[in-house]
């Protein structure tokens, strides 16, 4: 029985589970929207959505929590001087999951997550 243990393991062992999310993260982080599979996006909103929480804060602490997770000095430096301050005044929520269909090649349900108000045609 799976009772009390959340999250999904996406066929990984940990440590490649820990590495997709950094990777997703990262990608999500520059290009403020990626394409991919519904369970990995379901997966990256709350991973992403705190790390974006801590890069609110702004100090030198929090950047050095962020580093842990991300290992990429240029995306932090894009999450805390870019993407953190224009969620300033929001109070979570910052990303959308929006379904696309299913692949062609192997019928997998694939989504587009993106942060809120980073895109062109957002009315946020």
Request: net charge positive; aromatic share 4%; glycine share 6%.
């Amino acid at each position: 029985m799976r009772h009390r243990k959340k999250g999904r393991k996406l066929s990984r062992s940990t440590s490649h589970r820990k590495a997709t999310l950094a990777s997703l993260a990262q990608a999500l982080f520059m290009e403020d929207r990626i394409v991919t599979t519904v369970a990995k996006a379901k997966e990256l909103r709350p991973y992403a959505e705190k790390l974006i929480t801590k890069a609110r804060r702004g100090d030198l602490h929090s950047r050095r929590e962020v580093l842990k997770q991300l290992k990429r000095k240029d995306v932090v430096d894009r999450l805390m001087h870019d993407v953190a301050p224009s969620f300033q005044d929001r109070n979570g929520g910052y990303t959308r999951i929006v379904k696309l269909g299913f692949r062609k090649s192997d019928a997998a349900d694939i989504a587009l997550i993106e942060l809120v108000g980073r895109g062109m045609q957002d009315e946020d």
